[in-house]
């Protein structure tokens, strides 16, 4: 979208938008590499078949530990989907109107990787409207420019990890 079709209010806050947009992907894959997101590309059977070997293992002194580890799991998914989904709020009846939502669910943004979709509009500005680029991007400091470029590259590094995965895939 050309920049003059936006309105004048986002056109004077286009810098903080994007120093907002890097700060959330910074912490997205904080959060990412600590594991408390799950790959949405992971298979499902494969998580079930872990399972099942968990309680081959399992010892009489044991299962009350591996419940305690469940509702760890479980509470840290909590978490996740809470973090990913804007919190908590106690006040809200919107749980009763949603129902309940199914872990293994697939919905369409699943497959839809926040740094890809990042980095490509990034790329798309740099190459289709440089003095757009340039305004955005002159008005960062050193830190805030080292940022931007760490997520550029985590971009590609995940747009060849898709593509592996679909190669693999179409091999398999």
């Known amino acids: 979208m050309p920049a003059e079709a936006l309105p004048l209010e986002l056109q004077a806050g286009m810098n903080q938008i994007l120093i907002g947009a890097m700060t959330f992907l910074v912490d997205l894959k904080e959060v990412e590499d600590e594991g408390e997101v799950e790959d949405p590309a992971s298979d499902p059977e494969d998580d079930q078949d872990q399972g099942d070997e968990e309680e081959e293992e399992v010892e009489d002194g044991e299962e009350e530990e591996l419940a305690g580890e469940d509702l760890t799991r479980a509470l840290k998914q909590q978490q996740a989907r809470e973090m990913r989904f804007g919190g908590n709020d106690e006040d809200s009846d919107s749980d009763d109107d949603w129902g309940q939502m199914d872990d293994d669910a697939e919905t369409a ?49 995940k747009r060849q990890l898709a593509a592996q995965k679909t190669v693999d895939g179409a091999n398999s």
């Open 109 to 157: 943004l699943d497959n839809i990787d926040a740094h890809i979709i990042f980095g490509d509009t990034m790329t798309a500005i740099s190459a289709n409207d440089s003095l757009r680029f340039q305004a955005l991007t002159s008005a960062l400091d050193f830190q805030q420019q080292s940022m931007l470029h760490s997520l550029m590259n985590v971009a590609e590094q």
